[in-house]
């Protein structure tokens, strides 16, 4: 499965991005995913919503609607009932004042028009409640009630037209009979008619209110199925989600990996079945660890145990796991703490299988590396031939011309080397005899440019183990080149060494302006953090080149600001890399390979018996005078071997 | 070509790295003209005590030249270049370190006396062996 780079990129930036966030690389990372889901959600619910707020509000208008019908339709019930009794009223009041009793025929005619005219045109009434309130009662839309109404109209104006002329007549009016049964008859058909409206306007009340009532059930029937169709969407769209992070998790080649404090696996993303040939479940329950390659076990762990004491830190892993079938596939990880959330409680680790790349990186090495070694060969003849012609030459000018090209042959051989280093192809030049330590800082000197401005200074007569004399000679080469070319060509670079309680430390020290404390701050990151080689690694190669060799050996390399303006370079030799020089003159000859070999490294202790005083720190020494006013500490080192200028 | 080869060769690693140019900084003309191959040096005696300033090689020779030596002796003995040895004893005459002899027989009069030089021809050969 090859993976374009530009996807390569993006899951690249997505990770840092993830790392970046720091506090919650999970957390973070999985509501991130259903942002998506959210968004096609949204749109499906979208027409229902709507909907749901149509009817919800259809219901409540309804509802109000039906409350107030009803309110108004008692009242008109009311008000027809009432009619009936306001029309008995005015006969008997227009009977009692025709017989000369005390009565008011003009007010409760008055009264009796009331209603009708209310009913018919609109207009207010007393609210039946009795609490002096009135309410509103709208004009009757219905036509048959309105007929009975203008009939009920007509007649009512007939009634008290009669009444008024029996009230002027009296008894004796010739037509008092005949008015007085008028009056009863037309009294008995508005009563008639009266109940005709009422019964209208009752049954139209009833008409409407079941209306009311199939419209509001059909609405909270419609409203249910909205709300189910709501939970059914939803329902679905949070399972679809669901599925969709669970078939990215599982699909993708990322591995995600909750480890507890004591490096188990708590959760494992089912990726790794295509990863590592495994099923999550097996691997739940067992410690990361036990899958790791030993040779990379020792790092994985001590990155794992800082990070647990760090909550909410992040960190980078490199290592190799193992497959099922037993290979071996190179990941990367990024590592968060995240013990203390806890939804996670553990460390979270991202896998990406990087074996891919790895191999790629390996096969650039591989070319890398024999081009380089081809070169090597080339220059390493070139510079025998040096030798022999140098050997030959008596004529200074002629030697001149050869040591040019001895020197640009010996540079050559050095970047041919560090290009074999970078290459990270594990297979250097094995020198099986010690080199003596000053050999090899003037094999570093011979290797700058402007190696005449080096002084060495004070080196003590130890042997460096042959292994690592190149790779040291190289390192030192580095930063003494590093401090020729940011220093002043008039002022010269000085090496030299002084032993500590651990090992050796070289110093190399110019007097040029210095670094600022960021640009030493980084040169001291890449110095420790040889392997995250990037883009920057060409302009710094020198302090890349510096780290990897360091690192390969166990050699500590820092720089530090001098206190008169320039940098220093501290190199600290571990004891196991050094031995004794012996009881070697210091004025013998070289000597042959195997004379001065000493079986196994000799460490501080010997020295320390010899004379050297361990101490916790090199200070800044000086030895631009020489010898007589070094101090008691170096004087001491005679047994072991005393400095030479 | 490979580390193994050049062991077997027997080349020790300080021979390969270690260039000749370094010991007098690129110098190549001696300072002092009066050098020949077979210009005799000795140190001079009592100066022990300032051979601690001196370089490794510097030491070397005045250790060598507590007897009289050639400048092609010390050379040959000391696994130097004879263009470097002329440098650095030149050097060391000038500061006073050691004394130079000029032979009494040179290559200009040879003719002279033939046997006697290549009698010290070959005792300085025999030295060197």
Known sequence: ?645 | MSGGGADEEGRTWSRHYRRPYTVTGGRTRPAHDALELETLVQTVTGIDERLAGLGREQRSIAALCREVVSVAEISARLDLLLGVTRVIVGDMALQGVVVLYRPQATVADADNQPVELLERVLHGLKNIS
């Open chain 1, 1 to 645: 499965m090859r993976r374009s780079p530009s996807a390569e990129v993006g899951a690249a930036s997505a990770t840092q991005r993830t790392a970046a966030g720091g506090r919650s690389g999970i957390g973070r990372l999985v509501p991130r995913l259903p942002i998506l889901g959210d968004l096609r959600l949204g749109r499906r619910l979208g027409w229902v919503i709507p909907v749901l707020i149509v009817l919800v509000t259809a219901i409540v208008g309804y509802n109000a609607r039906a409350i107030a019908q009803q309110r108004g339709s008692a009242l008109i019930v009311n008000t027809a009932a009432r009619q009936r009794a306001l029309v008995e009223r005015y006969t008997k009041d227009v009977l009692l004042v025709v017989d000369g009793f005390q009565a008011d025929p003009e007010e409760s005619g008055e009264a009796v028009r009331q209603p009708v005219n209310v009913l018919l045109d609109g207009g207010s009434v007393r609210a039946p409640q009795g609490d002096g309130s009135r309410v509103e009662i709208p004009p009757a839309r219905d036509w048959k009630v309105r007929r009975k109404l203008e009939q009920d109209r007509r007649l009512i104006d007939e009634l008290i037209r009669t009444g008024d002329r029996l009230l002027d007549g009296g008894r004796a009016a010739p037509d008092y009979a005949a008015g007085v049964t008028r009056l009863r008859v037309l009294s008995a058909q508005l009563s008639s008619v009266s109940n005709d409206a009422a019964q209208e306007i009752t049954q139209q009340t009833e008409a409407s209110l079941s209306r009311l009532v199939r419209i509001e059930i059909a609405l909270g029937l419609l409203s249910v199925l909205a709300a189910l169709a709501v939970g059914l969407l939803l329902r679905r769209a949070g399972a679809e989600q669901a599925a969709q992070f669970r078939s990215l998790v599982n699909n993708s080649s990322d591995l995600i990996t909750v480890l507890a404090p004591d490096g188990k696996i708590t959760y494992q993303s089912p990726s790794v079945q295509r990863l590592l040939g495994r099923r999550a479940a097996d691997l739940v329950g067992t410690a990361l660890g036990d899958l790791v390659h030993p040779d990379d076990r020792h790092d994985v762990n001590t990155s794992l145990t800082r990070l647990v004491e760090a909550p909410g830190a992040t960190a980078n892993l490199g290592c190799r796991l193992q497959h099922q079938d037993g290979s071996w596939r190179h990941v990367e990880s990024i590592c968060t703490n995240l013990a203390d959330d806890p939804r996670v409680n553990g460390l979270v680790l991202n896998i990406r299988d990087v074996t891919e790349q790895a191999a790629l990186r390996k096969s650039i090495g591989d070319l890398l590396h024999n081009l380089a070694r081809r070169s090597q060969g080339l220059v390493d003849r070139q510079l025998e031939l040096i030798d022999e012609l140098e050997r030959s030459e008596v004529d200074p000018d002629r030697l001149d011309e050869l040591f040019r090209m001895d020197h640009l042959a010996t540079r050559m051989r050095r970047n041919v080397e560090n290009l074999i280093v970078l290459s990270g192809v594990d297979q250097r030049r094995r020198w099986s005899e010690s080199v003596p330590l000053r050999d090899v800082v003037e094999a570093a000197v011979a290797e700058v440019e402007d190696y005449s401005r080096v002084q060495v200074a004070g080196v003590h007569d130890l042997t460096l183990s042959g292994q690592a004399a190149s790779d040291v000679a190289h390192l030192l080469a580095e930063l003494v080149e590093n401090a020729t070319s940011f220093s002043s060509p008039t002022t010269r670079v000085e090496v030299s060494g002084g032993p500590t309680g651990n090992g050796y430390v070289l110093e190399i020290e110019d007097h040029g302006i210095g670094m600022s404390d960021a640009e030493l701050a980084e040169a001291n990151r890449r110095l420790a953090e040889p392997l995250a080689a990037d883009i920057a690694v060409s302009r710094m190669m020198g302090f890349h080149v510096v780290g990897r060799l360091a690192a390969r050996h166990g050699i500590r390399v820092q720089l530090r600001h001098c206190w008169f303006g320039g940098v220093a370079a501290l190199v600290l030799l571990p004891a196991v890399l050094l031995g004794s020089a012996g009881e070697q003159p210091a004025m013998a000859p070289p000597v042959p390979a195997g004379v001065m070999v000493s079986p196994e490294p000799l460490l501080v202790a010997k020295a320390t018996a010899s004379g050297w005083q361990p101490r916790a720190h090199l200070p800044l020494r000086r030895h631009a005078a020489p010898a007589p006013n070094r101090g008691g500490d170096t004087d001491a080192a005679a047994g072991a071997g005393e400095p030479v200028e």
